[in-house]
C-alpha cells in the first residue's frame, strides 16, 4: 500500500505541490489541476506541451512520480445529453502522457446527473465502455469515482455501471456519500452512508480517496473535517481494506482549504499546512488500525 494526495489542494504550482509531498516523505503525487512555472494552471492532461515537458523534467529531478491522473473526463461539469467529444479528447490527450510518466490509474466518471427520472442510462453505458476500452487498449486502468455522477448516487447505480462496462474499476471515495443523495431511495432523498456503499462495492475497489465530513441536514451543508473525525466511516473501512489485503493507493483529498469543484474556491494561505497536517493524520490513524488500537477522533454516532 501507498500513501498519495491531490497536492493541488495545498496549491497550483506544481513546486508545491513536489514540496508537500516530500514533507510527507511520500513519492507519489494525484495530479489534477497543475501550474508548471509561468504557464497557465489546468488540468494535468490540458496544459501545454511545453508546460507538460518541464513537468516531468521537474518530477524526475525530485523524485516524485504522479501514480493517478484525476482528470476531468466525464465528470460533473459533463452533461450526458451533449456531445462526448471533449472527454474522448481528455482521454486521448491523457494516454500518451500518462504513459510517458509511467502512470497506470486514470479516474474518470459517469457525467452528471440529470434533473430528471430518465438518467439516460444506455448512453451512459455506451459512452464509458468506448471510455474504458481507450485507456485499456493502452495498458492503462480507468477508474470510476463515485462523485457527483451517475455512479455516484447510491451503490446500486455503481454496480449497475459495472454490470454494463465490462473491465470498469472503482475508486472509492470515502467522503462523498456524507455529502451525495442516496437516489436509490424516495424523496426527500437521504444521505448516503459511507460503509454501506463500501461494502457492496469493496470487491471492485482498485484505488482509495480519503475525505471526511459532518452533514448537518437543518443547514443543508457538509463541513469537511481531518480523516476520522466525520462520518466517512474511514477507520472501519481503511480496517476492512487492511484485512482483506489490500496493497493499492490511498490519496488524500482534504476538501478543508478548498473544494476544487467550487469555481470561488481556491487554495488560500495555509492551505499547505493542512494538506501536511491532514497527511500526517492519515499515517496515524493508519498505523494505529494495524496496531489494534481504537482510531482518535472519532465521533460517536454516524450520519
Not at 493541488?8 to 510527507?24: C, H, P, R, S
Not at 475497489?205 to 471526511?212: F, G, P, Q, S, T
Request: glycine share 8%; charged share 25%; hydrophobic share 40%.
Amino acid at each position: 500500500m501507498y500513501l498519495t494526495g491531490f497536492a493541488d489542494e495545498a496549491g497550483a504550482a506544481l513546486d508545491t505541490q513536489i514540496a508537500v509531498t516530500k514533507k510527507l516523505g511520500w513519492g507519489n503525487i494525484e495530479a489534477r489541476n497543475v501550474q508548471v512555472d509561468n504557464f497557465p494552471a489546468a488540468n494535468i492532461h490540458d496544459i501545454t506541451e511545453a508546460a507538460f515537458d518541464r513537468l516531468v523534467a521537474k518530477l524526475e529531478s525530485a523524485g516524485v512520480r504522479i501514480n493517478c491522473f484525476g482528470s476531468a473526463i466525464a465528470n460533473w461539469s459533463k452533461q450526458i445529453d451533449q456531445p462526448a467529444e471533449s472527454s474522448l479528447a481528455e482521454a486521448r490527450r491523457a494516454i500518451p502522457r500518462m504513459q510517458r510518466l509511467g502512470t497506470s490509474l486514470v479516474r474518470i466518471m459517469s457525467f452528471a446527473v440529470r434533473n430528471a427520472e430518465d438518467q439516460m442510462e444506455a448512453e451512459r453505458f455506451r459512452r464509458l465502455r468506448e471510455i474504458q476500452r481507450m485507456f485499456a487498449d493502452a495498458g492503462l486502468t480507468a477508474v470510476h469515482e463515485n462523485c457527483m455522477n451517475y455512479g455516484g448516487m447510491g451503490w446500486q447505480f455503481t454496480l449497475k455501471l459495472l454490470e454494463n462496462v465490462p473491465g470498469l474499476k472503482l475508486v472509492f471515495d470515502t467522503g462523498n456519500p456524507v455529502d451525495s443523495d442516496d437516489r436509490s431511495k424516495p424523496k426527500p432523498y437521504p444521505k448516503q452512508s459511507s460503509w454501506e456503499f463500501y461494502e457492496h462495492v469493496r470487491e471492485h475497489v482498485a484505488y482509495v480517496h480519503i475525505k471526511d465530513g459532518i452533514h448537518d441536514p437543518a443547514a443543508k451543508k457538509t463541513t469537511f473535517t481531518y480523516p476520522g473525525e466525520g462520518h466517512g466511516d474511514i477507520p472501519r473501512i481503511l480496517k476492512d481494506l487492511l484485512e482483506r489485503g489490500y496493497d493499492g493507493g490511498i490519496s488524500i483529498e482534504p476538501h478543508m482549504a478548498a473544494v476544487f469543484h467550487k469555481a470561488d474556491s481556491r487554495p488560500g494561505q495555509g492551505a499547505a499546512e493542512i494538506y501536511i497536517e491532514y497527511g500526517r493524520r492519515m499515517m496515524k490513524l493508519i498505523d494505529a488500525i494495524r496496531a489494534g488500537q481504537p482510531a482518535p477522533n472519532v465521533p460517536a454516532t454516524s450520519a
